[in-house]
């Protein structure tokens, strides 16, 4: 579809639009979690209703990110955990849906203006996708303010 450009495009919505009203008395959206859960239980209810988790362990400093967002009045926010891509764990090499895992929150970070809480699963880098060496380093200005590299 997207060879056909916007035309492509447009078939896709209409075919979402057509199956959303197909199945629109079949399923309905319904929270993982209660607004008013603590983000504590929010980042387990996602663990373990979506990512198939036994359990969630927080580190010491992840521990401390709690109380200071609930300090700061956070605490009634949605989540979002940043993990690996590989793995609904917090483990790359545990590929797919793994089972029989918990994960480990390293950290946790208040996006107020966001309106969000997100928590670190893992070693991860929270700018992926970023190359080795970055495009920038291969950007220059000649001697006559031509930029090379851009593009």
Same mark, same amino acid.
């Given at each position: 579809?997207?060879?056909?450009?916007?035309?492509?495009?447009?078939?896709l919505?209409?075919?979402?639009?057509?199956?959303?009203?197909?199945?629109?008395?079949?399923?309905?959206?319904?929270?993982?979690?209660?607004?008013?859960?603590?983000v504590?239980?929010?980042?387990?209810?996602?663990?373990?209703?979506?990512?198939?988790?036994?359990?969630?362990?927080f580190?010491?400093?992840? #521990?401390?990110?709690?109380?200071?967002? *609930?300090?700061?009045? /956070?605490?009634?926010?949605? +989540?979002?955990i &940043?993990?690996?891509?590989?793995?609904?764990?917090d483990?790359?090499?545990?590929?797919?849906?793994?089972?029989?895992? #918990?994960?480990?929150?390293r950290?946790? *970070?208040?996006?107020? /203006?966001?309106?969000?809480? +997100?928590?670190? &699963?893992?070693?991860?880098?929270?700018?992926?996708?970023?190359?080795?060496?970055?495009?920038?380093?291969?950007?220059?200005?000649?001697?006559?303010?031509?930029?090379?590299?851009?593009?």
């Amino acid at each position: 579809m997207f060879g056909k450009g916007g035309e492509g495009g447009r078939e896709l919505a209409e075919t979402i639009c057509r199956v959303i009203q197909e199945k629109e008395n079949e399923t309905r959206f319904a929270p993982i979690y209660p607004d008013e859960l603590p983000v504590e239980e929010k980042i387990k209810a996602v663990a373990k209703k979506i990512y198939g988790a036994d359990g969630v362990l927080f580190t010491k400093q992840a #521990q401390k990110s709690l109380q200071e967002i *609930k300090a700061l009045g /956070g605490d009634s926010m949605p +989540v979002c955990i &940043a993990k690996t891509q590989y793995s609904l764990s917090d483990d790359p090499s545990l590929l797919g849906r793994p089972s029989g895992f #918990q994960i480990t929150i390293r950290d946790l *970070k208040l996006s107020s /203006g966001a309106g969000f809480v +997100v928590a670190y &699963a893992g070693d991860i880098m929270t700018m992926p996708g970023l190359p080795k060496v970055p495009a920038a380093e291969k950007i220059d200005v000649d001697e006559n303010a031509v930029i090379h590299g851009l593009f």
